[in-house]
């Protein structure tokens, strides 16, 4: 048991030295040593296969858009493309397909910035689907289309702008004559918010959305063996 939990150290070790490399090839270098790492090194040797695959794509599809707010199903289902083709990837050393996640990513990010933008002039109606009741974690879902996404962004400005309305004026409602200029006042600033979030995800760090999205994969195929 004791050459179990060393073996165990020793990995982790091994990984996080992977992940500290610098190199102008980055990513595709840290794949070929967790590969290396994989066959060779693990305290159990695990073979890189169809399995490997499914599960590196699960937890992966999972950890780039954990809360559902920027893919569409369809994006999933194209990506699902991948799922017995990762072990493939990895055993010939190819590095490309991450770029294909970064773009879909990016091109939804600034879909959404676009029509939070259209939401600030866009009349929103309060008496219908808009309440102080959020969506809980477990009934997130992908996008079926363009029309749920703008529903759902309208529901999230109307959410959070009734909610600090709430906060700030209780005695107010729509029937108040001052429901118009602070609604939309606060509405501006609940946007500019959101707007502020979806931009600090596409540069989610110093080398922007492509490195978030690799080190996603690396953690991903890290993960499932240890």
Do not use: W
């Not at 083709?85 to 879909?104: H, K, M, P, W």
């Not at 091109?107 to 939401?119: C, K, T, V």
């Not at 959305?209 to 195929?221: G, P, S």
Request: charged share 25%; hydrophobic share 40%.
């Amino acid at each position: 048991m004791k050459h179990i939990l060393f073996a165990v150290i020793a990995f982790f070790l091994s990984v996080s030295f992977i992940f500290a490399q610098k190199s102008e090839n980055n990513f595709c270098e840290k794949i070929e040593s967790l590969k290396d790492l994989i066959e060779k090194r693990h305290y159990i040797v695990k073979p890189i296969d169809n399995l490997l695959s499914k599960s590196v794509f699960k937890l992966f599809i999972e950890k780039i858009d954990t809360d559902k707010l920027y893919l569409f199903k369809t994006d999933v289902d194209i990506l699902k493309t991948d799922e017995l083709l990762i072990d493939d990837y990895i055993t010939r050393g190819e590095c490309v397909f991450i770029e294909r996640y970064a773009e879909i990513l990016k091109q939804r990010g600034l879909d959404i910035l676009n029509n939070y933008e259209a939401l600030k002039t866009a009349n929103i109606d309060y008496s219908g689907q808009i309440t102080l009741s959020p969506l809980s974690k477990e009934k997130y879902r992908y996008y079926n289309n363009e029309s749920e996404l703008i529903l759902s962004l309208t529901k999230r400005v109307g959410y959070n702008t009734l909610r600090l309305l709430s906060e700030n004026h209780q005695d107010i409602n729509q029937t108040d004559p001052r429901f118009k200029i602070l609604e939309q006042e606060l509405r501006i600033a609940v946007i500019d918010r959101e707007i502020c979030r979806v931009n600090t995800f596409l540069k989610s760090n110093s080398n922007g959305l492509l490195e978030t999205i690799q080190n996603h994969f690396l953690n991903a195929l890290s993960l499932i063996h240890i």
